[in-house]
Structures are given as structure tokens and as C-alpha cells.
């Protein structure tokens, strides 16, 4: 097997980027030995160079300077780890417009630019991967990407956010209130002290965007996407739910009805029986149903540093074989 290195440059080194720097670091060997890939990270992009942090990294690793990254000729794959819209959406484009190949696992950023993003790609002659960006570890985009791409895709439905499906279960197990449940996510590190990307379902309205373009080949912008989230939610109706032998269970929905495609984020009842019911606390899970290989449900932890960080690993993996000359 022919070995070649493979140069990365990370954009930012918050909890995702430190997870894809020590899953890179964890399993450089086996990733070698299986992928004939010597895969290092060449620089790192942070706001300080000079901060304290938990990782030791090389000398001249860390910079402040997006330029010497997006303009460094032996920097193969760029790897977006910011977070927000700006300037992630902008810096992307850069990156391809230079000939990189860029990861990224930023939800909002790709659902916003999702067209703008994909044509870079395809005008440069790049790739464009963002396995990361929905359900952290969770395979999903890759399966539809390929094992599932030789089927009509009829439904999708998931539950994509940790934080509320936390909350939620926590609120239907333990008779909790609302209130209390998210401060104790919060003190947990399972919601943010802003929380309202996730509990009114807007982080997931994001991750179900980039799933209809993938599995039904539609552009939605994520703020055309009827979306409610859990801050409505009381323990009677937790309870009006139990009576009912359902759960509530913040639901993305995508669905092809024949006459056209239907989606939506909201709270819902889910049957104990259905199989999305007993997906508990911080875990994600995506029920799929094709015309060909009927229905299929993918589950695991949906954030994380290291579950999002192998994901991420994945994408760099897999761009990097077919950037190998002469490999076999």
C-alpha cells in the first residue's frame, strides 16, 4: 500500500476540534495500517495562540491568522470547526475557491450556504463533506450519500438534538418541571447558557435542511421549515402523554407524499412501541424508510468531542483515498 501524507488545517479548537485532534491522535496507527493515510494537522486556527489549554500541541501549530491557512499550498483538507454563520460560510468559500478540499461540521453555516457551498465544490474541483454537521458519530449522511442512494427515499424521522431529548426524558422519567430540567442540563454541559437554538428546535430545523437536500435532492432553507420546540412542554402534558401509552419526543420529520414533500420540527407523541421512544437523554436516532430497503433506523450519540471528532476523522479519511495517486 502505498503511504502519503495528508496535511490538514483546522478552523477553530473548541470541544469538536480538540475531539478530531486526539481521535486523530488515538488512532493514528490503525488509520495508517488501514488507509495507507499519513494524516497530520499542519496548523490550527484559535482566537489565542497563547492560552492555556489542555492538549499539548507543537510549536507553530496554533495561529491567529485564517490567511496562513486557506493560503498555505501544502494544506490539502481545510477543516471548518468555528461554529455560528459568520465568518465560517465565507471562509469555506475561500478555502474552496483556493483548490482545498474542506470538512466541516457546522450545521447552521451549511444550511444557510448549502447551494453557495456545494457549486464551490463542484466549480473547483474539490470536495465538500460535512458528515459531522448532523447527529455527531452517527453515520447517517454517508449511508444516503451511498449504501442508500439507489433508493427512493420515503420518510425521515429523528431525533437530532441531545440537549432537548435530555430534557425530555428526564422530564417523562422523573415527573420533573421544565424549568429545573434545564438548569440541570445546563449545569451538566448539556445545554448552553443561551439555550434557545436547541429548545426551540431551531439547531434542529438546520440538521433536517441538510437531510431533505440529501435524501430527496430539495433546497429548504431552515427558516422555511414549520419549526416548535420543547419550551412549551409541562409535565401535564408529559403526563396526558403517558396516559396515552406515548411519549414526547422533539421530532424531525421529512416525507415524501406522493403529491410533493412535507416537513416539519415538533414536539410529538411517539408511541412506546415505535422504536424513536426508547431513544433516551443525550442520544440521537433517525428512523429511515426506503422503497427498496424499507425502513432502517441509525442511533448513538448525536454531540460529543469524540463522537463528532471521528465523524469529522471519517470525512478527512475518506477525501483523502481518493487524493492519493497510485494508491492500491
Known sequence: MIKKQIVVGLLGFGNVGTGTYQALEMNREAIKEQSGLDISIGKILVRDPQKDRSISIPPGVLTDDAGSILN??????????????????ELMLQAMNNGKHVV???????????????????????????????????????????????????????ILNGTTNYMLTQMTDHGLAYDDVLKTAQEKGF??????????????????????????????????????????????????AKSRNNKIKLIATARNNGAGLEYRVEPEEIPFHHPLAGVNNEFN?????GNAVGELMFYGRGA???????????????IGKTIVPGRV
Not at 285 to 289: L, T, V
Open 285 to 289: 436516532a433517525i428512523f429511515i424508510e
Open 104 to 158: 466541516t461540521a457546522n450545521k447552521a453555516a451549511l444550511a444557510a450556504n448549502f447551494k453557495a457551498l456545494e457549486k464551490a465544490a463542484i466549480d473547483n474541483g474539490v470536495q465538500l463533506r460535512y458528515e459531522a454537521s448532523v447527529a455527531g458519530g452517527i453515520p447517517i449522511l454517508n449511508a444516503i450519500r451511498t449504501a442508500l442512494c439507489s433508493n427512493q427515499i420515503l420518510e425521515i424521522k429523528g
Open 72 to 89: 498555505d499550498p501544502t494544506i490539502d483538507i481545510v477543516v471548518e470547526l468555528l461554529g455560528g454563520l459568520h465568518p465560517a460560510g
Open 191 to 240: 445545554a448552553e447558557a443561551d439555550p434557545t437554538d436547541d429548545v426551540e428546535g431551531y439547531d434542529v430545523a438546520n440538521k433536517l435542511s441538510i437531510l431533505i437536500a440529501l435524501a430527496f435532492g430539495t433546497i429548504v432553507s431552515p427558516k422555511d421549515i414549520p419549526t416548535k420546540g420543547i419550551s412549551g412542554i409541562t409535565k401535564e402534558f408529559i403526563g396526558e
Open 304 to 318: 460529543g468531542p469524540l463522537p463528532t471528532g471521528s465523524a469529522v476523522l471519517g470525512d478527512i479519511i475518506d
